[in-house]
């Protein structure tokens, strides 16, 4: 069975400090994709970004990186030198690649403050 | 760039009302998706379709009701809403094919409040 474990339930930095949202998945599946997904007050989830399992390069997109750790099952979020827009739920899902599940993180509140 | 749009974005009604959420997407996705989410928590996964005219419960029971006759086109009807039915209800879609990655794309949301 697929699991996505996001430990951290709450988060709170103060502007401008770097910030790791961890991510921890269970799966039997040699082939498989995490993502991240960021939700923000208004409501809607906003895709970042999908890793496939055969690509363990770390991304960068700006203030944010990704670490996917396949030796830990980890794929973990670091948003640098943070600001009051970062503050959102953010969600680690997992999918199968040639089958139908798609499991979603319970999510990590993080509060950027001023 | 997700193309799929949900309305009404903001609703309060009456408890026993029958209440209908629009939803539809213009990528020709084959797979849609409704998830109900409190604000903040965790999402759950209420109905899903592999296209038309394939409706599926999902992990988290709901009294809703799911129709899928066009492939853009999944509403989510509530013929009696209850107070217990307030929260956000998410709509989404993917592609099946294996370049997507299966990443699943997700509307605005539907905020509903029943009174």
């Known amino acids: 069975a697929q699991k996505v474990t996001q430990a951290q339930t709450e988060i709170s930095v103060v502007e401008k400090e770097d910030v790791t949202l961890d991510c921890v998945y269970e799966?039997?599946?040699?082939?498989?994709?995490l993502f991240w997904y960021k939700q923000p007050p208004s409501g809607e989830l906003v895709f970042l970004i999908r890793?496939?399992?055969?690509?363990?390069q770390n991304e960068i997109s700006g203030r944010y990186s990704w670490n996917f750790q396949k030796s830990t099952s980890s794929f973990n979020f670091t948003i640098t030198a943070s600001q009051v827009v970062d503050s959102a739920v953010y969600f680690c899902?997992?999918?199968?690649?040639?089958?139908?599940?798609?499991?979603f993180g319970p999510g990590t509140r993080l509060s950027v403050l001023p | 760039e997700a193309d799929i749009y949900q309305t009404p974005r903001y609703l309060v009604i009456g408890t026993g009302k029958k209440i209908t959420l629009e939803c539809s997407q213009t990528?020709?996705?084959?797979?849609m998706y409704w998830y109900q989410q409190d604000p903040g928590m965790e999402l759950h996964l209420i109905h899903y379709?592999?296209?038309?005219?394939?409706?599926e419960k999902g992990d988290l029971s709901s009294e809703s009701t799911v129709s899928r006759i066009r492939t853009e086109h999944f509403p989510l009807t509530l013929e009696s809403a209850r107070p217990s039915h307030t929260s956000q209800y998410l709509c989404?879609?993917?592609?099946?094919?294996?370049?997507?990655?299966?990443?699943?794309?997700f509307g605005e949301g539907s905020w509903l409040t029943v009174v």
């Open positions: 989404a879609s993917s592609d099946l094919g294996s370049t997507s990655g299966n990443t699943i794309y």
């Open positions: 799966t039997r599946d040699t082939t498989y994709y």
């Open positions: 890793r496939n399992s055969f690509d363990e």
């Open positions: 899902a997992l999918s199968e690649a040639y089958g139908q599940n798609f499991v």
């Open positions: 990528m020709g996705h084959d797979k």
């Open positions: 379709s592999y296209g038309v005219n394939s409706t």
